[in-house]
């Protein structure tokens, strides 16, 4: 809306709230305090730890977080109705942080009048006996219009304030793993691999660390030509991968499972790797059953590639984390996961 149509509105004595439904009532809020909404389906919800056996949801919300909230939380209502679960997050400011109100339908953008129907100061108060809103009416329904400083208890938002930080402290952890990815991706180096492990287990990322710290453990064999020893045929084949990259060299390395069915291979072009297949499996699949297999034999035997199609081109230390990432069958903890 441009300049001259917001004094219109201001001079016609209009406010343009965003109305939305909670339970059986009617909220809205000044359109400038609205950040975003989000369908339930599209949000991107993390859980956060504040307390012995308390979790606090929060939504990422651009470069930030914003912890969920419930009215009837917020309202003293929770023990009376209990817990639901609603369609969308409308994102608001609230102070200063984010807030990320459940709603159960966003009606949309309203023009009120507020000359024509003064507002009246809900009885609900807060903490300081503020009142948490104004009633007044809309199309012969009572409208709740909220005041976002007043939604939360101060008492509340000193629990938030640790999940908070570690919401924050989460994205920005996840800004640096996507740009060691991409790193890795192209010219990984021990102390990229280092610190995308370190990283990952901070965020919760338990396979993705394990796995970078299994390929950081057989680097040291991959600079070597000499021929070690391995648990599984498996990290025999990361190994010869890895080795392979390290050396940027050309060929086929060949996988022979125990009881036949047939011969994988990976191919590599100047330590890329180009190519891979497994029996019924293609690609990342392939590499995946073959650095997580039990038992079987391998090779790596250099060779012209003239004719081979480059199906891919990949780093080998990012596709095998992503390969034993995927295939880990490690055991998992029950519960809930915090961030932290």
């Known amino acids: 809306m441009n300049q001259a149509a917001v004094q219109q509105q201001e001079e016609q004595g209009l406010t343009r709230v965003l109305v939305f439904s909670v339970d059986d009532g009617l909220f809205a809020l000044h359109l400038d305090w609205v950040e975003a909404v989000y369908p339930r389906t599209s949000a991107v919800l993390r859980t956060v730890k504040v307390g012995p056996w308390r979790w606090q949801p929060v939504l990422i919300h651009r470069d930030d977080a914003a912890p969920v909230i419930d009215l009837r939380q917020a309202f003293g209502l929770h023990g009376v109705l209990g817990d639901t679960q609603r369609d969308a ?33 809900t009885s609900l108060v807060g903490d300081g006996g503020l009142c948490v809103g104004h009633l007044l009416d809309l199309d012969g329904a009572i409208l709740t219009v909220l005041d976002p400083s007043r939604i939360l208890d101060p008492n509340v938002r000193t629990v938030l304030e640790p999940a908070l930080r570690r919401a924050r402290g989460f994205k920005e952890r996840q800004g640096k793993i996507t740009a060691l990815w991409s790193a890795l991706q192209q010219a990984p180096t021990a102390a990229e691999l280092r610190m995308f492990a370190r990283l990952c287990s901070r965020n919760g990322r338990s396979k993705a660390a394990a796995a970078a710290r299994l390929v950081l453990k057989h680097l040291p064999h991959a600079q070597s030509p000499d021929a070690t020893e391995h648990e599984t045929v498996g990290e025999r084949v990361l190994c010869e991968v890895l080795r392979a990259a390290a050396q940027q060299r050309t060929g086929e390395l060949i996988f022979e499972p125990d009881g036949g069915g047939g011969d994988g291979r990976v191919v590599l072009r100047g330590g890329r790797i180009v190519d891979a297949s497994d029996q019924n499996h293609w690609g990342r699949q392939a590499v995946q059953q073959m650095v997580n297999a039990r038992a079987g034999s391998c090779c790596f035997v250099e060779t012209r590639l003239d004719d081979q199609i480059e199906r891919m081109n990949e780093s080998a230390v990012a596709l095998v984390i992503t390969a034993l ?16």
């Open 89 to 121: 997050f409308l994102v608001l400011r609230s102070g200063s942080c984010f807030l990320a109100l459940q709603v159960d339908n966003c009606m949309g953008v309203r023009d009120l009048d507020l000359r024509a129907h003064p507002p009246v100061p």
């Open 325 to 340: 990432e995927s295939g880990s069958t490690g055991r998992r903890r029950s519960g809930k996961h915090p961030i932290g």
